[in-house]
């Protein structure tokens, strides 16, 4: 089976904090997406990469960014988290191809800004 | 671009009567269209897809959906429903071309809530 390990579940973090949100696949997908789940709006896509150096803006990557260094991994940092950024962030992985390809979701993290 | 919608945010239903979740989506391109179901505290998963061939796709645990491309819908229905069939509700389309990389548009989310 796939999978997508997201390491924190949960977390709390103070405003202006720089806060880091680990993403690991198994699979030897070439695409990794990091999305943000807010009640009402669904999820929207903060960064994507389909290689590794490599990144592509989603629809909303204001006050974030990411890093690729090995294939497996994609991280997601918030520079200086602000209470705005209090969300579910899912990451996912697919493999390169046809887009029909389907997406593999983790099981998302909770960060709260205080 | 392609936009999803789904047109219930809540949809509340007794065990054993049908449902219907609804979604529509506007594309200038041919589209891939999938549902995910997403059940508390857990990441999303895929329930089912539509590629080409055949436009109605089933799940195996008793939902379908019917592309409908004059319509520009993709509706998600069940015959039947449990109580363990209590989720959010995803709607998803990308573009065929590889140039969307496999990205997804969701909708919204429609939270189905099955009562005893």
């Known amino acids: 089976d796939v999978k997508v390990t997201q390491s924190s579940r949960y977390l709390v973090k103070r405003t202006g904090e720089k806060v880091f949100l680990e993403c690991v696949q198994d699979?030897?997908?070439?695409?990794m997406f990091w999305y943000r789940q807010d009640p009402g709006l669904g999820l929207r896509l903060i960064y994507f990469s389909y290689d590794v150096k490599m990144k592509e803006k989603g629809d909303i990557p204001e006050g974030y960014s990411v890093s690729r260094e090995k294939k497996e991994r994609f991280s997601l940092i918030l520079e200086s988290a602000s209470t705005n950024q209090t969300s579910m962030y899912l990451c996912a992985s697919s493999k390169m191809g046809s887009s029909g390809n389907t997406i593999y979701f983790g099981e998302g993290s909770w960060l709260t800004v205080v | 671009a392609q936009s999803v919608t789904q047109l219930d945010s809540q949809v509340p239903v007794f065990e054993e009567a049908p449902v219907e979740l609804r979604c529509n989506y506007s594309s200038s391109v041919s589209v891939y269209l999938f549902w995910y179901v997403q059940y508390p505290n857990q990441g999303l998963q895929l329930l089912l897809k539509?590629?080409?061939?055949?436009?109605l796709v089933e799940s195996i645990n008793g939902f379908e959906a019917e592309f409908n491309k004059s319509q520009t819908s993709f509706h998600l229905r069940k015959p039947s429903v449990h109580i363990s069939d209590t989720a959010e509700y995803f709607c998803?389309?990308?573009?065929?071309?590889?140039?969307?990389?496999?990205?997804?548009?969701f909708g919204r989310g429609t939270q189905l809530t099955v009562w005893p």
């Open positions: 539509y590629l080409s061939g055949s436009t």
């Open positions: 699979m030897d997908h070439e695409n």
């Open positions: 998803a389309v990308s573009g065929v071309r590889g140039s969307t990389l496999g990205r997804l548009y």
